[in-house]
């Protein structure tokens, strides 16, 4: 795609950027709820927290969020480290760790870190202390045994070594902990209900965090713990998320509200996907949205430019857009672009618009790639815009008026695109 990336030299240079400043910010949520916003610029990789704030930074030539382990890999100049959500690091990369794994206990979930330097394996606990030098060749299996409260690793086959070395109690999961003092901090009652219910609610996280399957379980945790502290608008929200998350959408519904009757956004915005009534889903976004709930701004917008509910007013689309563009929203980004390549709700600006349009491009937004395709088109660069307007509809585009739109350029300049084998055909 010569011209695809002849596209996007040019873009950083319309900007000013050059190739120092060119930095793309992406926001994630993991399917374990999590949200962050992964960085990159000049082939580095770092990450930030939902509002900005740096949890690593940077510098590193890959960066990954494990769903299995809760926590971020990351590598460079051939060392790999490990960060948790909260931005600590346990096994910092000047350990000189060419392989690290992140591994939870199953009954008592006490954490610690397979590492590997040189071939051979040791193990560290969660505050990334040696426990098992690296001495352990990386053929053997060196794993903790839970009935013998060791570590060991096969010699051979059915040859297991002991390594006369336990796991502290104080390993515990740091999800666990964080879990723990959100329960606590926003319980009230006596000093022993509130950690009762601190852990009920540690517990059932964890259990969401392990995968789908413990929905159900977790469900009884949560409802011990806001037995022990009724009124609590986390416990209120996870009733109703594992209610959601079991087929119980009736159950989810009244959990769902009676959180966000407390003020709690991601309740909120929450009410808002599963209303079935465009008001009352803006409704709920709105109040969402005004706490500085991302994807509840972006859905204000939208209401807003297509008229769901309200009367389509392009100026506040563009307000609400601008919010969560602002906050890493690639859709938003996409939205905003587009209202400034079109002039719809700001005055016309390209540049502008390629400014936001950028990060959606480069993250493979059909919609985007289409909307940059007509901006060069309009330019007189057919070149780039004939490329950049095939990849955008071979990338799913969802907006019909830009795809219809697209198609409309192509064919007249003499190009059919053949949208069931995704082909192209000239006259």
């Not at 465009?278 to 709105?286: P, R």
Request: net charge positive; aromatic share 14%; hydrophobic share 35%.
């Amino acid at each position: 795609m010569k011209n695809l990336f002849r596209a996007i030299l040019s873009i950083l240079f319309i900007l000013g950027y050059g190739y120092a400043n060119a930095q793309n910010i992406e926001l994630k949520q993991e399917k374990d709820g999590f949200v962050w916003k992964r960085v990159s610029a000049n082939g580095a990789y770092g990450a930030q927290t939902e509002t900005g704030e740096t949890l690593i930074p940077a510098i590193y030539s890959s960066l990954f969020y494990s769903e299995s382990g809760k926590c971020f890999y990351a590598k460079l100049d051939g060392y790999e480290t490990c960060y948790e959500k909260d931005g600590s690091n346990p096994i910092p990369l000047s350990s000189k760790y060419t392989d690290v794994l992140k591994l939870t206990t199953s009954s008592d979930k006490l954490v610690w870190y397979r590492v590997e330097k040189n071939g051979v394996r040791g193990a560290c606990d969660a505050q990334g202390r040696v426990l098992v030098a690296p001495s352990i060749s990386s053929k053997h299996n060196l794993f903790y045994s839970e009935y013998d409260h060791t570590f060991k690793y096969e010699k051979k086959k059915g040859n297991y070594v002991s390594l006369n070395v336990a796991l502290p109690a104080s390993s515990k999961p740091a999800s666990a902990s964080s879990h723990y003092d959100s329960g606590y901090a926003s319980s009230s009652g006596s000093a022993a209900q509130q950690y009762d219910a601190g852990w009920y609610y540690a517990r059932a996280t964890e259990m969401l965090e392990s995968g789908s399957d413990f929905y159900k379980d977790a469900l009884g945790l949560f409802k011990k713990a806001n037995e022990l502290q009724p009124g609590n608008k986390l416990y209120e929200y996870y009733i109703g998320y594992c209610f959601q998350k079991s087929g119980d959408s009736a159950n989810a519904a009244i959990w769902y509200n009676k959180s966000a009757e407390r003020g709690y956004a991601p309740a909120q915005f929450r009410m808002g996907e599963i209303s079935s009534e465009a008001a009352t889903k803006l409704s709920w976004y709105m109040k969402a949205a005004q706490q500085g709930h991302v994807i509840a701004q972006y859905r204000v917008g939208n209401h807003y430019q297509k008229g769901l509910s309200v009367t389509v007013d392009y100026a506040k689309a563009v307000q609400w857009f601008s919010k969560a563009a602002n906050a890493g929203c690639l859709n938003a980004q996409y939205r905003l672009g587009a209202c400034y390549a079109f002039g719809l709700g700001v005055p016309k600006n390209e540049n502008q618009a390629i400014k936001w349009l950028y990060n959606p491009v480069l993250n493979n937004n059909g919609d985007a790639i289409i909307v940059m395709g007509i901006i060069y088109y309009n330019r007189g660069d057919k070149a780039t815009a004939l490329e950049l307007l095939q990849t955008g509809l071979n990338n799913s585009p969802s907006d019909k008026e830009r795809k219809n739109e697209a198609k409309e350029i192509l064919k007249k300049e003499g190009i059919e695109y053949k949208e069931d084998i995704g082909d192209w055909w000239w006259f």
